[in-house]
């Protein structure tokens, strides 16, 4: 019998508390460049006790090379000048290092000493920490709960076989049946806390997030040569830690572009009577079962007149109000003709709005001429179990999610109308496109004339869908599709009912963009 290698684990708590270490230190430099005299001295302090504490720990785990630049770093360090604190040397050498952690014999190999990092130092990464991966800090005391009402569950559970045994011989089944719903109650409200408690666990504050966006602001900074103060607020904002990584990749873009698009030069601020340094501010707060993420710019603000004459250059047709702003999002839509290291391509947004899409997120945007930009992602809180409707439509039943959902309403011959081959409703004075499903997923071959009709909205748009029946709402679990059936348009992913069927999940966003037209009979 093989037995564990005790220095995997080892490792992997080494690597983990490495990052911690690191994302510390870097915060703290970029923190002095705001800091006064009297402050700066004892933030250096900090970053000498931290790194002191890194290349110790590094000493002892036998990695020699990483303890080599963990001195190095020091060295840098050491040159800083709190007067005039000057840090990307010490930026720069923690990205090698950083990058040769990275290389450190992963789980599962044994213990061998990594290569020396090369003379040239990476660029930052914009990368999630490894760290943030695999693994999330629990305390105890969430540990305790849990194991209490595991054992909550325990008891319900035997209490429910008892009665379930009991009526199968026949004692008394009148008061065998009634044990069983009392205790079939009792186990689905522990198993609620339990669900609560799990989805807790998977929430991680976007605290964590923030070292890293303003290591960002900090770089492109300095590349475009321009002056940014960077703030934040609602770190403590929890966000499920799957949907950490689409939150880091569309606020790395966001930020990005606030520095790059958003943030006039020095001499443009000056111009304008503006401080000479920019300021962008990243805050967060839970609304309802949303995550609101605002990045807010004090730049020029999106110029109307120049976003449309760059759109008919394209021969995109535009439209007066905030419409416009949405092309913004286009992927290689961009007001600049230059292109650089950082941006000018215009695939910054779209990047960010697809990452938030993914999830079910979207992405607004307000602005003002010379007062600056605000652009907010919504992300939902939890992404691995949602509150859904359930429909059915010529026998296939259908999972859409509550939150997209205006108004039910039942659904009688004459409700609905075709205007130029498309399918309408007549809704509370409006006109909405309707949507068949038994017609869009290709079991009806025309619209259903009764019914259900449900009103659901995304991206400020309404719809209609008609359904044969509505069998009431459930908590669901959701699954990605495999990616080898791929995600037919409409549909975002599947969930499996307590009968052992499938169901998929409908997505709100996708449905808007399916055409209403009805094919004539042939």
Request: aromatic residues 4%.
């Amino acid at each position: 019998m093989m037995t564990a290698n005790p220095f995997e684990g080892l490792l992997s708590d080494f690597l983990l508390e490495a990052e911690e270490r690191i994302a510390c230190v870097e915060a703290a430099l970029l923190s002095l460049s705001n800091a006064p005299l009297e402050g700066a001295r004892p933030i250096l302090d900090e970053i000498r006790r931290e790194l002191h504490t890194l290349k110790g720990n590094s000493g002892m785990m036998g990695l020699k090379s990483i303890q080599a630049l963990c001195h190095q770093i020091e060295n840098d360090v050491e040159a800083i000048d709190p007067r005039e604190p000057r840090v990307d040397a010490v930026l720069s050498g923690l990205d090698a290092l950083r990058s040769a952690l990275r290389s450190s014999p992963p789980e599962g190999t044994s213990h061998q000493e990594p290569e020396a990092p090369s003379a040239t130092i990476p660029s930052h990464s914009t990368d999630l920490p490894d760290a943030m991966h695999g693994s999330v800090r629990v305390p105890f005391t969430a540990l305790d709960a849990m194991v209490d009402l595991l054992a909550e569950m325990v008891i319900f559970k035997n209490r429910l076989s008892d009665a379930v045994s009991k009526g199968r011989l026949g004692r008394d089944q009148n008061q065998a049946w009634d044990e069983v719903v009392v205790a079939q109650e009792a186990l689905g409200k522990t198993l609620a806390l339990i669900q609560d408690h799990v989805m807790r666990l998977r929430m991680v504050p976007l605290q964590s997030l923030f070292g890293h966006l303003r290591r960002i602001v900090h770089d492109e900074g300095v590349r475009t040569g321009k002056d940014i103060q960077f703030e934040a607020d609602g770190g403590d904002t929890p966000l499920d830690k799957a949907l950490l990584e689409v939150a880091n990749e569309a606020l790395g873009h966001m930020v990005r572009n606030a520095v790059v698009h958003g943030i006039e030069t020095r001499e443009a601020r000056e111009a304008a009577g503006k401080p000479r340094t920019g300021l962008v501010r990243l805050s967060a707060v839970a609304h309802a079962n949303e995550v609101w993420i605002d990045v807010e710019d004090d730049g020029a603000g999106v110029d109307y007149g120049e976003l449309a004459a760059a759109a008919r250059a394209r021969g995109i047709a535009v439209s007066s109000g905030e419409d416009i702003l949405q092309l913004l999002f286009l992927p290689g839509f961009s007001t600049h003709e230059g292109t650089d290291l950082g941006a000018g391509r215009g695939m910054g947004l779209p990047a960010a709005v697809e990452s938030a899409r993914r999830l079910g997120g979207r992405m607004e945007v307000t602005t003002g001429q010379g007062l600056g930009s605000r652009f907010r992602v919504r992300l939902p809180l939890s992404v691995s179990i949602s509150r859904a409707l359930m429909l059915h439509a010529d026998g296939e039943e259908y999972a859409l999610p509550l939150s997209s959902i205006v108004e039910s309403l039942h659904f009688h011959p004459g409700d609905a109308h075709l205007l130029s081959q498309a399918g309408v409703l007549s809704w509370r004075k409006e006109v909405l496109p309707l949507l068949d499903l038994g017609h869009t997923f290709g079991t009806a071959g025309q619209m259903r004339s009764s019914g259900y009709a449900v009103v659901i909205e995304a991206d400020g748009k309404r719809r209609g869908l008609l359904a044969d029946e509505l069998t009431g709402i459930r908590d669901i679990v959701v699954k990605r599709l495999d990616e080898a059936v791929g995600t037919p348009s409409g549909v975002s992913g599947s969930t499996i009912l307590g009968d052992g069927r499938v169901v998929l999940i409908l997505d709100p966003r996708g449905l808007m963009e399916i055409s209403p037209n009805i094919e004539p009979p042939t």
